[in-house]
């Protein structure tokens, strides 16, 4: 795919949804940090709806940690991993209060020590929280990256580090949440709506869905 047709593609994705966000309900970079550990494997929609209740007790490493796993456990126990999640979220809000004042720290490096947190979990709080221009790749990302021919890579890693070298850094920023709300509402694994698909003349798909 040449960079003309990119640019093309991230000004429609733009063009319909201007001020694109996570669809992760928070109002700091920790409650971010507790629904994006929350959130693997996992629907957003659930975890907000674990979030809302949670939050409203508990909304810093203080207050959750002093929950206790029994606490923690009673507002997420509905959300798959659940268990390993509530571990691994005190333990991080313990890493939090002993290394970094209760704050959540704003490299990828510091991020990638807490427990629970990995690569895309680091790029999406990077992203999101502290505005910088990373591309956290999931499942929806890595198969419109492949499907499209915008940005094609053997695993996840090789598809972020392509996307960042080819998306126009104009689009940079957001690119990260155009192409996961794309993948999750038209550009669907099993049965893309290509008819309804804003990209679709620029799409580089062979079997399109029309």
Same mark, same amino acid.
């Given at each position: 795919?040449?960079?003309?047709?990119?640019?093309?593609?991230?000004?429609?994705?733009?063009? !319909?949804?201007? =001020?694109?966000? %996570?669809?992760?309900?928070?109002?700091? @970079?920790?409650?971010?940090?507790?629904?994006? *550990?929350?959130? +693997?494997? !996992?629907?957003?929609?659930? #975890?907000?709806? +674990?979030?809302?209740?949670?939050?409203?007790?508990?909304?810093?490493?203080? $207050?959750?940690?002093?929950?206790?796993?029994?606490?923690?456990?009673?507002?997420?126990?509905?959300?798959?991993?659940?268990? %390993?999640?509530?571990?691994?979220?005190?333990? %991080?809000?313990?890493?939090?209060?002993?290394?970094? =004042?209760?704050? /959540? @720290?704003?490299?990828?490096?510091?991020?990638?020590? &807490?427990?629970?947190?990995?690569?895309?979990? +680091?790029? #999406?709080? &990077?992203?999101?929280?502290?505005?910088?221009?990373? *591309?956290? /790749?999931? %499942?929806?990302?890595?198969?419109?990256?492949?499907?499209?021919? &915008?940005?094609?890579?053997?695993?996840?890693?090789?598809?972020?580090?392509?996307?960042?070298?080819?998306? @126009?850094? /104009?689009?940079?920023?957001?690119?990260?949440?155009?192409?996961? &709300?794309?993948?999750?509402? /038209?550009? $669907? !694994?099993?049965?893309?709506?290509?008819? +309804?698909? $804003? *990209?679709? =003349?620029?799409?580089?798909?062979?079997? $399109?869905?029309?």
């Amino acid at each position: 795919m040449n960079s003309i047709k990119r640019h093309e593609i991230f000004a429609c994705l733009k063009s !319909a949804n201007p =001020h694109p966000t %996570t669809e992760l309900e928070y109002h700091s @970079p920790f409650e971010l940090l507790i629904a994006v *550990i929350l959130s +693997a494997q !996992a629907t957003d929609k659930s #975890v907000n709806l +674990a979030t809302r209740n949670l939050f409203l007790q508990a909304n810093t490493p203080e $207050k959750v940690l002093a929950l206790g796993e029994a606490g923690l456990t009673g507002f997420i126990q509905r959300i798959g991993l659940y268990k %390993t999640k509530a571990k691994n979220i005190l333990a %991080t809000c313990q890493l939090l209060m002993q290394q970094h =004042h209760s704050e /959540v @720290p704003r490299t990828r490096e510091l991020l990638e020590q &807490l427990p629970g947190v990995g690569r895309k979990t +680091a790029n #999406v709080i &990077l992203n999101t929280a502290f505005g910088e221009p990373t *591309i956290a /790749v999931d %499942t929806h990302i890595f198969r419109i990256a492949n499907r499209t021919g &915008l940005a094609p890579g053997r695993n996840v890693l090789e598809v972020e580090l392509k996307l960042l070298k080819v998306v @126009p850094k /104009v689009f940079l920023q957001d690119a990260h949440h155009w192409l996961i &709300l794309h993948g999750r509402y /038209v550009c $669907k !694994a099993r049965k893309p709506e290509c008819s +309804a698909c $804003k *990209i679709n =003349h620029l799409c580089e798909f062979k079997n $399109k869905n029309i």
